[in-house]
């Protein structure tokens, strides 16, 4: 069993067979994970945490989840049980202790920090608090969140534990998806959602309250709100003061004043106390029991398999509790899901069944939906997710946590390049990651965690990550900006973006025509930051206004802009799919390509079932998902452009390079020539050489100059999403980049 430290780790690494592993059909899986027990049972998540001396108490009330269950007299609404059972859940919620002294000390200062375990409510509860206790005033509360699956789902839990319906009392707003009313006093949203809403209202004078849900993470737009909200204060209150003065003052400059609330899962709260000149920062307990971690004995080559295993020796081996598996992202969690259903499906009948559950930001929210419903008896839930269930998303019932160490993160690859763009790379997750990720399995009794990593490996990680401002591209952030007249350079930020990529940013503003010589911005930029889009894709559309092809161009746009991608590209099965896809191809590559694809699905849309759509879609290799997401896109991009007197129904007919010319002017950074060789490209405004992806329907093809969407590093650099265009179009362009003077 599990429990031994280095026990029964056999010299040769081998084990006897995990019982039942014959009849699971694990035969060929015969190698069993060692594990080395690292925790001593010491809690997961103080082990190692003790910086800046900041120390939290999470063994708070570990027995008495239970104790008051029961139906308490005085919940008013209490109309179905199932309501009742909600607002019994909310009353045993760590934070529910807390209420009081919280509401204290937010209806009394301008910005509070608040630090938590997750799992505590401080998502959940905090935005409840604030309305029913009346401090939020008539205003609406804004909760952001990194991330949209959060976003929506929060919303819609915050909605049924108010008894309302989504839309109502509570609402939500991610980029191409908004449900709100009239009513609607708590607003979960991304936190780049709300930057947009700085371009119409600087002050953000609708909401009274901004929780800055998550700001661990420190992504770029967190940052951005962080930083403007500070600003705000100055002009919505008079100040930020810190604690004991200010009360007086508080309402001294304007009668709508704004409170802030940072809620953060770790221990950074002391850098965002600091920025906000020492604000207080409160403390919630969690609920915490020990977890008991273990690592491999040696490094594993291939984390999928070595997860599969690990998850059927606990299947095999261990008490009931579900088990929840961290993976990079969408394709390896897909492909670990396929391969424990096909086990599970050999186990022997009299063995508990397995309920997978994927979890991913790409995610359809009714699949989302179902890791939060309670597993069926004799079964045991299986969730496989990315690093949204670490702080983002709490599930309950894991006991069980299989953590690969790896997470996808986005990196602006600025001086490999020349150009710049952003890449998104498996990497090794950090120290604290691997922490939070170990705590997911000790909410609601002792729990373990298995990591498929060493212990060294645990050690060699770094403590945290850097935050998104100094690793990502801040294109779209300058541009924003510019349109509130900032410039990026100028603010005071918790951390500052380097020069390097400040300049980066501005140079693709330029190529974009976005802004001018001086550096101001320009109509063109101003509508570009206008569109729910990056800036290179919104110029793209823009282009398509001069060159006659809007309708093509949004569709294009439309596909790039959705969450997951519309080709599936299963590397054994790629001639195949070229196969059956040839009827969309197109001879100037991907983006009209996709254009015939789209139409296609409409044609079959307009006349068959919806069964007989998906099936078709299947057929094709193509990911009705993407059609589905794309379609609502292009509705919203469709909206914006009738917003802005621009008429989206020209179209190109049968002169693609029309497109394409459109295409170019947004991926102008994204071009290259071809080589003497004959099958390389090099960048025509950076130093790398790029090959065509083998997936493109260009792939093979001998073609003077390409634009692309993206760069994906295997082997070699390729990129993808392409399409040919004439050398001519450089040449115009050329004369008009010269005049850039960094
Ligand atoms: O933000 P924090 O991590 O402190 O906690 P939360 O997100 O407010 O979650 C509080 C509780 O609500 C957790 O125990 C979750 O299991 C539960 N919850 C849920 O059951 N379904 C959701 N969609 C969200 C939260
Ligand atoms: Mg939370």
Redo the contacts with the bound molecule.
């Keep these: 069993t599990m429990n031994g430290k280095i026990n029964g780790v056999h010299p040769n690494g081998r084990q006897p067979a995990v019982n039942g592993s014959g009849k699971a059909g694990l035969q060929s899986r015969k190698r069993k994970h060692v594990y080395m027990d690292a925790s001593d049972d010491e809690p997961a998540d103080t082990k190692g945490h003790k910086a800046n001396g900041v120390t939290i108490n999470v063994n708070g009330r570990d027995q008495q989840f239970r104790r008051n269950s029961g139906n308490l007299n005085g919940t008013s609404s209490a109309g179905s049980s199932k309501s009742r059972e909600l607002q019994e859940q909310r009353k045993q ?1 760590p934070i529910a202790q807390g209420r009081e002294a919280l509401i204290e000390q937010i209806a009394n200062h301008h910005v509070t920090v608040l630090l ?1 375990e ?8 905090v935005p409840q608090y604030l309305l029913e206790s009346g401090i939020a005033g008539s205003g609406i509360i804004a909760v952001t969140q990194p991330r949209r699956v959060a976003a929506t ?2 919303a ?2 915050v909605a049924a534990e108010q008894g309302t319906t989504l839309g109502g009392l509570v609402g939500y707003s991610v980029r191409f998806d908004e449900v709100a009313g009239p009513d609607m006093r708590i607003k979960y949203m991304t936190d780049g959602m709300l930057v947009r809403e700085l371009l119409s209202d600087p002050l953000l004078t609708r909401y009274s309250v901004v929780v800055v849900d998550e700001a661990h993470e420190r992504t770029l737009r967190t940052d951005l709100l962080i930083t403007k909200l500070k600003t705000i204060l100055k002009k919505r209150n008079g100040g930020i003061f810190p604690e004991g003065k200010g009360k007086g003052k508080a309402a001294a400059t304007s009668g709508n004043p704004l409170k802030v609330i940072i809620m953060s899962a770790t221990l950074d709260a002391e850098k965002f106390s600091k920025f906000y000149n020492n604000c207080k920062i409160l403390y919630v307990k969690g609920r915490q029991h020990s977890v008991k971690i273990y690592h491999t004995a040696e490094s594993q080559v291939d984390y999928v398999d070595a997860a599969l295993r690990t998850f059927f020796q606990i299947h095999v081996d261990h008490p009931p509790g579900d088990v929840l598996i961290f993976l990079p992202g969408q394709e390896d969690i897909e492909s670990l899901d396929k391969s424990i259903r096909l086990y599970a499906n050999r186990l022997p009948v009299d063995k508990m069944a397995v309920m997978t559950c994927p979890m991913f930001a790409a995610l359809p929210p009714a699949q989302q939906a179902k890791i ?1 419903q309670s597993t069926p008896t004799n079964t045991r839930k299986c969730i496989l997710a990315t690093n949204i269930a670490e ?1 983002s998303i ?1 599930i ?1 019932g894991i006991k069980y946590v299989i953590d690969t160490g790896k997470h996808k993160e986005k990196l602006h690859l600025a001086h490999d390049t020349g150009s710049g763009f952003d890449a998104l790379l498996t990497r090794d997750i950090t120290k604290s990651s691997a922490m939070q990720r170990a705590g997911r399995a000790g909410r609601e009794d002792k729990g373990y965690c298995f990591r498929l990593y060493t212990e060294e490996a645990f050690e060699a990680m770094a403590v945290s990550s850097e935050p998104e401002i100094r690793r990502t591209s801040l294109t779209s952030a300058a541009l924003q900006l510019k349109c509130l007249d900032e410039d990026i350079e100028d603010l005071d930020f918790m951390d500052r973006p380097d020069v390097e990529s400040i300049m980066s940013a501005l140079k693709s503003l330029w190529f974009l025509n976005a802004i001018d010589k001086s550096r101001r911005i320009t109509d063109a930029g101003r509508s570009m930051a206008a569109f729910p889009l990056e800036p290179n894709l919104a110029s793209a559309v823009l282009e398509s206004v001069k060159n006659t092809c809007t309708l093509e161009v949004i569709d294009i746009v439309s596909v790039l802009s959705s969450t997951s991608k519309l080709f599936f590209d299963i590397s054994d099965e790629r001639e195949a799919a070229a196969e059956v896809r040839r009827k969309f191809r197109h001879r100037s590559g991907d983006h009209m390509t996709i254009v015939n694809a789209l139409r296609s699905y409409q044609d079959v849309a307009a006349t068959e079932s919806k069964a007989a759509r998906k099936e078709w879609c299947r057929k094709q290799y193509l990911n009705e998902r993407t059609l589905l997401e794309a379609i609502k896109i292009r509705d919203q991009l469709r909206a914006t452009c009738e917003k802005m007197g621009i008429d989206w129904r020209t179209s190109a007919q049968d002169d693609e390079k029309l497109v394409t010319k459109s295409l170019f002017r947004g991926l102008v950074l994204h071009s290259a020539l071809l080589q003497p060789d004959g099958i390389t490209f090099k960048q025509v405004y950076g130093r790398s050489v790029i090959k065509i992806h083998p997936g493109s329907t260009l792939a093979d093809q001998k073609v003077p100059a390409i634009i692309y969407d993206e760069l994906v590093y295997t082997n070699h650099i390729y990129a993808r999403g392409v399409s040919a265009i004439p050398k001519a179009f450089l040449a115009e362009i050329s004369i008009q980049i010269k005049n850039w003077v960094a």
């Design positions: 919620l938590g997750t799992g505590s409510g401080k998502t959940t509860q789902s929060l819609a839990r939060f702080t709490t309950p």
